[in-house]
């Protein structure tokens, strides 16, 4: 038995800042477990920036850290402000994203850029010294300070570097599989030590969840092989609530056939959108914006020119990205890892041809409900969570792309997530710290949660089932794609719902082949396939449900945004074996009289 005052699975942004931030305030036993290296978490792999207004791109007068300060003409932007920062990510979560949360992220924004800044963080800067900053689609100002394409790598070492100085110990390659929840107070973890295949039980004051997201459950997706949506399920198998899981987000230029980001900083910084007439087709849905709109508009707009037969590439499933324009100089200044990727992965330099792309699972907009500490909100008896004060389950707390603040509704705004975990994972470092000072206790766990998991992994290994394990993965990510992707109706999704259902039980009879204890990934696939197989669940249900459509959720059967029926979360209880997710619902926090409800035009 392993014994930490606090536990946090996920060493990404927002796990590190919450180690951070603890080990600053003087908790001495932090455990940080990563299922990857800890610097391979997905927050090393994002590119364009990350979001607070910091009014750089404005002309200024005065002195900065290199002398006088240069005017940058910005045409007509207006000046930048939290306040703005604000309504443009009200305006891109569909009126779905709780204002109060908002409205602290976009406050303590300037002051966490600053804090990357002095500790040593590597922005890319303009001139005078000051950091530069980027367009960024759904954002009204210049407002991504960025580290030219690679901001999560620099982000995610320079807190690697600090969580290590206060001394938090990394557990790298441990693989979560339980967490240990009894009458509502959390007790602490079951992993296994992947080297090894020993599997222990990890007992805690504090648990905090900063699993990342769950683009795997898509055959097209930007995201790592890692980004398995372990987190997520496990605590909902451990009685905690899901919200919101039927948002999921296309990011509408993902490498042609292999869903590989070509950041939206291609667009900021000026790249086009083609069809296979060579027409910058988003002229006819976001005339304002163009390539600039959100993510959701961009996506479902590039998907109905394919669906009509302008689609570029063999199977007509593609879509140009067009760079050359910016010219080579820029190219390689502002896009350097685009261009390479572009050249390795499909074999065009975008200095002299335009990139083949398509719409890419990307982000998870929904996921463990808490409040803007990080603390799980759940209700004691499963059913509903109570508008303002629901029941928090006690030493349990998440942030980042796995839980559900919720900051950004139904539509996240490029560089926003960025920004959500570390504001968020800074939240609940200093929230962990208090809760563990003032007599927290470390309680006891029922039974032998590390022998339960082993039998788990003997039933996989010993069974004498016959089903594929990545056969029944494969089989999922296809059904998610065609009849959960961004284009939704009833009959399709009752279909997926039925079909993943199938697969669940299938899986009952699953079998790895790989009997050896040490570094058996086939027993990691096994565990991370049962999570994909128990969250598309939810993010179905929940999509079936919502007969409306808002921010990432289309319904062609329900085209329009329905506010009387359904503005509020969804949330999702586990429901009793063989029965499917026990769905009911929150209000959204709205200040009805600076940012009521409008219909969203770009
Ligand atoms: C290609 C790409 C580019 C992006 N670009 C941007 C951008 O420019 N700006 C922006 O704001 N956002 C961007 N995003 C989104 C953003 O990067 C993520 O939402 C954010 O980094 C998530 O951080 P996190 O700390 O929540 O999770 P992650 O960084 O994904 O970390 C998850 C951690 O959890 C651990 N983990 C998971 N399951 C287990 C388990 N069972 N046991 C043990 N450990 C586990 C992993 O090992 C990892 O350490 C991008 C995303 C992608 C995929």
Redesign the pocket.
Known sequence: MIEHEVII???????SWTAMVAGQRGVKDIGV????H?LR???????????AALNNARPVAGTGPRGPLEPVPQGEDPPDSPELHMFDTIKGSDWLGDQDAIEIMVNEAPEIIYAYEHMGCVFSRLPDGRIAQRRFGGHSAPRANYAADY??HVLLHTIHEQALQHGVEFYSE????DLLVEDNVCRGVV?MDVLTGEIHTMRAKAVMF????Y?RAFEVT???Y???G??VA?AYNAGVPLMDMEFVQFHPTGLYEHGI?M???CRGEGGYLTNSEDERFMERYAPDKMELAPRDLVSRSEQTEIDEGRGIGPDGKGIYLDLRHLGAEKIKARLPQIRELAIDFVGVDPIDDPIPIQPTA??SMGGIPTDADGQVIANADGQVIADADGTPVVGFYA????ACVSVHGANRL??????E?SVF?RRAGHAIADFVQNGAELHPVTGDPAERNRQRVARLMDGAGSESVEAIAQELKQTMTDDCGIYRDKERLAQAMQHVGEMQERFKDARVMDKSKRFNTDVLAAFETEHLLTFSEVIVAGALAREESRGAHYRTDFPKRDDEGWLKHTVAHKGEPGEGPRLSDKGVNIDWDRFPPQERKY
């Not at 699975?9 to 796990?15: D, I, R």
């Not at 490029?414 to 920004?419: A, K, Y």
């Open positions: 699975v996920g060493a990404g942004l927002a796990g477990l990563s299922k990857i800890p978490s997905h927050s090393g792999a994002a590119q364009g920036g990350i979001a901001t999560g441990w693989y979560c599989m992993a900063g699993t990342g997201g683009g930007s995201n790592a890692a980004n398995t372990d987190g496990i980001l950041s939206e900083a990307h982000y942030a980042g792309e796995c490029g560089t926003n997530s960025l920004l975990a994972g």
